[in-house]
Each structure stands twice: as structure tokens, then as C-alpha cells.
DNA sequence: TTGTACGCGTTATCAG
DNA sequence: CTGATAACGCGTACAA
């Protein structure tokens, strides 16, 4: 690996001199511009280029931030992962990204592992497994700046970055309402989670507004489940439970995507069609809603905006510590607004 | 942040002595059990944490690999990152992960960056895509071990670990035979990839070994675009127009997973029923593909496994390098056996 | 333009 | 045996 000497040496000047000219310092303009030219020109035959960590190590920053996911492969920790990836490429941070695969063991691992790396700023994208475990301790406890995506912890302290889980919950009454549906089932959150708690706020709000009554015979709550993919099971499951008590009701609010895809499963299997029996709305838009036939009507999180505000909030706290402008984060939750996708699971009342 | 040198004066030794201990060195063996057990101590109540870019400024290793994805949105890709993690969380590893999205420049910059800062190899998770763009030279120029997941680049030389297409494309045949359909569709991936070569491949083995006519009129080409995504509308035009002229089939073999979710959708639309009129198989096995109803039968890609592999091949061509040890990874493609997955999209010739 | 101390941990060598 | 000293890895930045 070619070094900074070895370039210096081949240009015949300092390694002060190269590292001036190659970063174009403001020393730059005291150089020769044919000593720069040859620099240059040396450095790029020889294919040198600069060990990041001997720079990091002395200028006291590493250019890197960590992501924490609960499970890359939820497409809700994808997406927010594409808009964060964007807002650091932007600004040239490289990201250590982490699977915590719902473990609190490998959550403390990697919180070390990238503490000992000088991750800048950390990002976590959480889901409510987050809760059990008090991991927010380990968070709070270092001073490195923190934004949680996707989830409000209660009291946790750390900046968040959420969609608006109230409006979000508010649109789809709306909708669902205004296709003439009234006796609506509900597939709620599990029952600690704040989100859910939000969403079904939203619901309550909208209900209230038009003076329409809740059965509550119709409302089920979720389990929590560490496997993502686990909504998928619980939303068949509680819906085939509500079939057979023969209940009546022609649409269906779900937590979220994934029970809704369940929910439809149990639906057609128990050979009603989806939307013309039921209309069934879900929650987040994660890619496999729009692939499904039909494709699933949904409030959508803008999840690459969730990601991009996130980093972007981040590189902001990451500043204020360094400037020690100690106003830095807001300590409110970002709150960014949903946007109701409709698609083919609902229709008119039938 | 609290360094070596402040746990030494703490613990009234020399930081040498402290690295000793604290990495449990050869050398430890000659501390004094008491002087151990302060440094220890003292090294916890000060909350010292190593800094691991000076450690790897010294040491010449970084721990760390760069994985390059073409689109992290795409379920292909995460199910590869979840198998490389886990390998990497095995051996201490963290992975600075880059996505490309299909970008050329991207990738460049990327592969700059991460050079930059010393990851000790490239993992590249690949679509046909990266064919297009020759930047397989980029990678064969730098030193650094690298090995391309998910697509077999032709004679590019870089170690590759693949799904063994034609084992998939016979299988799927050889389940779709089996269950009495003998004019099948087939929506065959971009011309040019290796991939759908090779699954075509498979496909006529069988059709040879039980004396089937393929109907040329039935076998249509995606075209390839840039869209990880664009599979579905892709999938559902071909069909479309495939129902369009009134050809007659009993089953559709699509390329991949997301092809045949669109292909479904055309379907449907059609008013036919899936898979009572017209049976469909994927290839993947991609998250949505449990998730819709009817659920997909499919040729599942052990994408973990592919991922995991291919860390192990990488880390394994890294001590190579170092023990000098040329004879270091395979020339071969590694070839991983799918594995047909039977949900609901396949049925009996109606 | 350059010399050189510095950032931080590791490890070979040396002294007690 | 027990521990310390100092060179080293590489780029940066300030004094000269």
C-alpha cells in the first residue's frame, strides 16, 4: 500500500506538501502550481490514497455513522435504510450497519463494537421489540448523538424521528368511511406499543367526528412477537378467530402491513373476496403491499424520508456537540405526515 | 473520550502494560495477578473503550468488510446481507454497507470510499445490472478480496457464489410436469444474463428428458431494466399480452419471484384464477412471496446461505493474503443447490 | 515549503 | 518474572 511518504518521496517535497495540496488546503495557494501539478500527477500513478484512518485518528472524527436494525430484512427497516444511505451519501458519512435481529445480546455488541469504531452518531431503527428491553439506558448513557426511527419510546429521552401514527389512523376512517362501511373490525397494535396506542387515537378521533360507534367485539389487539414477520401469522389468526365467531363487519383496519396481508389470507381461505366481501386497509406500504394481488390499499410511512430527517438530525446533533452550541436537538419527536395509498382492497360497501 | 494513557495513569502502570492486559496477550502471563486485576478494574470504572482505528492503524487490519448492493430495497438483497451479517458477527466483523442503487457512479465512489478506508474485502451482491457497467475491472484491479453474490458475471474472474440456476429452472419444470401441465409459459429474464441462461437451460434438460415441446410462441424475454422493482410491471405486460393473443397455457414459469407476482396480477385481472386456470412459479423466494394470496410456489435462492458462503470465501481469500498462501480461493463458481418451495400458486392442470 | 509533534494503541526490546 | 521505554503505523496541522 502506497503511503503518503512514499508519494512525497517520489515527488521530491514533504509529506506536509502532498497533504496540503491533495486536500487543497488553504496552505494550497502558497504552492507552486507546478510543484502542485506534479504532486498530483505522482499521487495518481502511483494509485495512492489516503488511509481514512490514520486522518480519523488524527483529525478526531471518523466520517461514519452506525445503524442499528432490528432486522434488515423488514422491508420497513429498508426503507428507512434507502433514505438514510441517500442523506449520508450525500454528505460523504459511510455507515457501519448492524442487525440486532431482535437480540439484546447482539444490541449491546454492536453498541460497543461501534463505540470502539467512533461512529459519529448513531441511528436505530426500532420496532417495538425495543421496548422490553431496556436498551435505552445503554443508549442514553453515551453522549454520542442518537436519533431512534420509527417507533416512540415513552420517556426514553432520545431524539425520534415518527410518522404522524394519529393522522395516519384518522385517514384511514376516513376512507374506509366515506366507501360507506361502518361496521369496521380492527386489528390493533400490540397493547403496550405507543404507535399502536397512537393509531387507534387516530381512530377513536375520527369515529367520535362522525358520531359512528366502535363495536368492541370487533377490536382485537396484536400479541407482541419478536419475528417481524410474525404480524403476518397474528393478522391471519386473530381474523380467522373473528370469522368464526361470525362476526359482522365489511371492512378492516390493521395494525399493519403485514397483518393486513395476514387478514387477507384468512379472508380468501375462508372464501370471501377481497375487496367485494371485505375491504381491508394496512399500515406502513412496505414493498410486498403493492406486489400482492389485489394490491393493498395502506397509509403510507414515508419511510426514506423517516431515514433521510433521521441522519440528517444526527449530522445536526453531531455539529451542535462539536461547535458546543448545546442547543442542539429538538427534544420533541419529528413527526412526519402519513399519506393514505389507495390501491384495491378497498371499495363501497358491498 | 478516555485513552490508554489515562487508564495507565490510573492504574499507575505504563500503557503497555495495560494493552497487555486488556488484550490478554501472550505476554500477559507475566503480569502480577494483582496489577491484572487493577487494570481491569480501573479500565471498567473509567469506561475506557479502545480506539479501534488507532488499533488498526497499528495492527494493518481494519475488521471490517465493504458490501456494495445494488438496491437495498430489494428482498434479494437483504436476504444475502442477513447470511453475510450473521458470518461477520461470528468473526467480529463489521460491514460498511454501500448501496449502489444501480448507479454507476455511485458504485465508483463507493468502491473509492471504502478502499479508503481499508475494509479488508468486497462483498458485491449483484443483479444483471452490474453487467452492463463493465466496473468488473475496477474490481479486479484492486487487490482486495472480492466475491460477487447472485449473479455469475461471465469470464470477470472474481470469485462468485451463486444459486445453481439449472438444478432450479429443472425442478420448477419437473413439479409443474408432475402435476400434468404440458403447455407452460415462460417468461425467460433479460436475454443477455447468465442467470437466465442457465435456469433456460435447466428448463429444456427437462423438456428433452420427457419429450416436450416447447412452444416457441410461449417463451417470451423480459427486457432489462434498471428497476429491481420494474420485475412486476414487466411480468404483468408480458402475460398481458400473452392472454392478449389468446394463447393457451396451464402454467407460467416466471424468471423470478417479482415477474410472477406480476404476472398473477395480469391474471387476475383476466378474470382467470390462480392457480385453478393457470398455475405460476417463481424463483427467489423473496420475503412477498409468502406474504400474498395465493402464496407463491417457488424456487427458493438460499439467500442466507449464499450470503454466509460468500463472507466465508472472502475471510478465507483475506488469510490467504496474509499467510501468503496463494493457493487461495476457488476459480469456480461456488454453486448452491435450491430448493423448491410448493405454496399455492400450483395446482393440478385444470 | 518544510520539520515535526500529535492522535492512540501495539509490540519488540530492554532493564530491574 | 515484572514492568517500562520507545518505535511504529499514517496523515494532519502548526510553527518556523
Same sequence: chains 1, 2.
Wanted: net charge positive.
Amino acid at each position: 500500500m502506497v503511503t503518503i511518504r512514499d508519494v512525497a518521496k517520489a515527488s521530491r517535497v514533504s509529506t506536509a506538501s502532498v497533504s496540503i495540496v491533495l486536500n487543497n488546503a488553504p496552505l494550497a495557494r502558497h504552492v507552486a502550481a507546478a510543484t502542485k501539478e506534479r504532486i498530483l500527477r505522482v499521487a495518481k500513478e502511483m494509485g495512492y490514497r489516503p488511509n481514512v484512518l490514520a486522518r480519523s485518528l488524527r483529525r478526531q472524527n471518523s466520517h461514519t455513522l452506525g445503524i442499528l436494525t432490528f432486522d434488515i430484512r423488514d422491508p420497513f427497516c429498508t426503507g428507512v435504510l434507502e433514505g438514510a444511505f441517500e442523506a449520508m451519501y450525500a454528505v460523504s458519512y459511510l455507515p457501519f450497519v448492524a442487525d440486532v435481529r431482535n437480540e439484546r445480546k447482539r444490541f449491546e455488541q454492536y453498541l460497543e463494537m461501534l463505540l470502539e469504531r467512533r461512529v459519529e452518531g448513531l441511528l436505530v431503527i426500532a420496532n417495538w421489540l425495543f421496548m422490553d428491553i431496556d436498551l435505552l439506558n445503554d443508549l442514553a448513557q453515551n453522549k454520542i448523538p442518537t436519533v431512534i426511527v420509527g417507533t416512540l419510546m415513552p420517556q426514553s429521552g432520545v431524539p425520534t424521528v415518527i410518522t404522524d401514527n394519529e393522522a395516519g389512523g384518522y385517514a384511514a376512517m376516513e376512507h374506509l368511511y366515506a366507501l360507506g362501511h361502518r361496521k369496521i373490525a380492527f386489528l390493533r397494535g400490540p397493547r403496550m406499543l405507543t404507535d399502536a396506542a397512537l393509531r387507534w387515537r387516530g381512530v377513536r378521533a375520527f369515529a367520535r367526528s362522525r358520531k359512528l360507534r366502535l363495536e368492541p367485539k370487533l377490536v382485537l389487539d396484536l400479541p407482541s412477537l419478536p419475528d417481524p414477520f410474525s404480524g403476518f401469522e397474528a393478522g391471519k389468526h386473530l381474523t380467522g378467530q373473528l370469522l368464526h365467531q361470525n362476526r359482522r363487519f365489511t371492512a378492516l383496519l390493521a395494525y399493519d402491513d403485514m397483518t393486513a396481508l395476514g387478514a387477507i389470507r384468512a379472508l380468501v381461505q375462508s372464501g370471501l373476496s377481497v375487496p367485494n366481501d371485505c375491504s381491508v386497509v394496512g399500515f406502513d406500504d412496505i414493498a410486498p403491499a403493492a406486489l400482492g394481488t389485489p394490491a393493498l390499499t395502506t397509509v403510507r410511512q414515508p419511510l426514506e424520508r423517516l431515514g433521510s430527517v433521521a441522519v440528517d438530525t444526527v449530522l445536526k446533533a453531531i455539529r451542535a456537540v462539536k461547535d458546543k452550541t448545546l442547543h442542539g436537538v429538538a427534544r420533541q419527536p419529528l413527526v412526519i405526515v402519513p399519506e393514505l395509498v389507495v390501491r384495491e382492497t378497498t371499495g363501497p360497501r358491498g
